[in-house]
């Protein structure tokens, strides 16, 4: 069992982001995420609500050629599945841009806020770039972008709803 174990936790450790240092990084800051203009074929919004001290959430994956919306209660998960226009992914852009979502920055909480809800909303380009927005038990939302966050997010899970009546 210790030998399935071993190479699964290096695999979770190298994946988690955390890297030794090797005194040989740069300081450069990674390229700005920008909200793309048209829905390439590679880029994707995905939306998390949940935890805390009810057991429910609710998954939103926006995709070009397809989308969920997964609400799971009590253990129990329903699936809804649908497809967004040409017209409608410009409009979701749209409105994105215009709730400033690729400029709303986070903060890291001083200390955890056990059974706290999450919620995140995150944005990429395919591999080559992505924005996540995460309010939850370690980070919050900068004060002067709180509005715009909540926009964004009441908009992804209104449209998510509509769509899936």
């Not at 890297?19 to 829905?39: L, S, Y």
């Not at 939306?47 to 959430?57: D, K, L, N, T």
């Not at 397809?66 to 967004?84: A, P, T």
Request: with cysteine; aromatic share 14%.
């Amino acid at each position: 069992m210790k030998y399935i174990f071993i190479p699964f936790a290096i695999l979770l450790f190298n994946c988690s982001g955390s890297k030794p240092k090797t005194g040989n990084e740069t300081t450069e800051k990674p390229e700005e995420f920008v909200m793309p203009a048209t829905w390439a074929k590679d880029f994707s919004i995905t939306f998390y609500e949940g935890g805390g001290m009810a057991y429910e959430s609710t998954n939103i994956f926006l995709f070009a050629d397809s989308c969920r919306y997964v609400k799971m209660e009590s253990g129990v998960d329903s699936i809804k599945r649908f497809v967004l226009t040409p017209k409608e992914k410009e409009d979701v852009l749209a409105k994105l841009k215009s709730f400033n979502a690729d400029k709303i920055e986070t903060i890291d909480l001083e200390g955890t806020v056990y059974d706290k809800e999450t919620s995140r909303m995150c944005f990429a380009n395919g591999f080559k770039q992505s924005h996540c927005i995460e309010s939850g038990a370690t980070q919050g939302i900068k004060e002067k972008t709180k509005g715009d966050f909540y926009k964004a997010y009441s908009y992804i899970v209104e449209l998510a709803k509509t769509k899936t009546k």
